[in-house]
């Protein structure tokens, strides 16, 4: 298992094993906060981080293209690349982070280099934006997977100050 196999499983929907997952990515500042909580309580994060805000998805063909055709074009793109590589695809959407890590580990060293300088780094850098704007521990992880690509992107300001979501008690 690659080390973007390794943290592609941090960002898949938590079960009783994630803390597990994140100390096998090496994320032990991460698992350390997260084995504070319940399974359903990091359950609660996860879904109020990624899911309720179109600017912390997961989905990094939104952060390139957002609903314009394009993003069509880039999901095409990497279900091919899934195919490809023999990857199996989930639930989520071919350009679900899960997917495009896996895919970036399983490509030629050149080819992930321009892959990941094209279409990955700009995504990863505005979703790490979105995510410490929002100050949130999931930061934690996607510096990491920030850190491991082989080219990074600057991080864009935001101009607009993300929302603060509570979840129901």
């Known amino acids: 298992?690659?080390?973007?196999?390794?943290?592609?499983?941090?960002?898949?929907?938590?079960?009783?094993?994630?803390?597990?997952?994140?100390?096998?990515?090496?994320?032990?500042?991460?698992?350390?906060?997260?084995?504070?909580?319940?399974?359903?309580?990091?359950?609660?994060?996860?879904?109020?981080?990624?899911?309720?805000?179109?600017?912390?998805?997961?989905?990094?063909?939104?952060?390139?293209?957002?609903?314009?055709?394009?993003?069509?074009?880039?999901?095409?793109?990497?279900?091919?690349?899934?195919?490809?590589?023999?990857?199996?695809?989930?639930?989520?959407?071919?350009?679900?982070?899960?997917?495009v890590l896996q895919v970036v580990g399983h490509m030629d060293a050149e080819v992930a280099r321009e892959f990941v300088r094209e279409f990955v780094a700009p995504a990863v850098a505005k979703l790490l934006a979105a995510l410490e704007q929002k100050k949130t521990s999931f930061t934690i992880p996607l510096r990491a997977v920030r850190d491991a690509l082989p080219v990074q992107a600057d991080l864009p300001v935001l101009k607009t100050e993300l929302p603060v979501l509570v979840g129901g008690d």
């Open 1 to 99: 298992m690659t080390r973007y196999d390794k943290l592609a499983r941090v960002f898949e929907y938590p079960d009783e094993f994630y803390v597990e997952r994140c100390r096998e990515a090496g994320l032990d500042e991460f698992a350390g906060e997260m084995e504070a909580l319940s399974t359903s309580g990091i359950q609660e994060l996860f879904i109020s981080t990624f899911d309720w805000n179109p600017a912390t998805t997961l989905d990094l063909g939104w952060h390139l293209f957002g609903e314009q055709y394009a993003r069509g074009e880039f999901l095409v793109r990497m279900r091919a690349e899934l195919r490809r590589y023999g990857i199996a695809e989930s639930t989520e959407l071919p350009d679900h982070l899960t997917h």
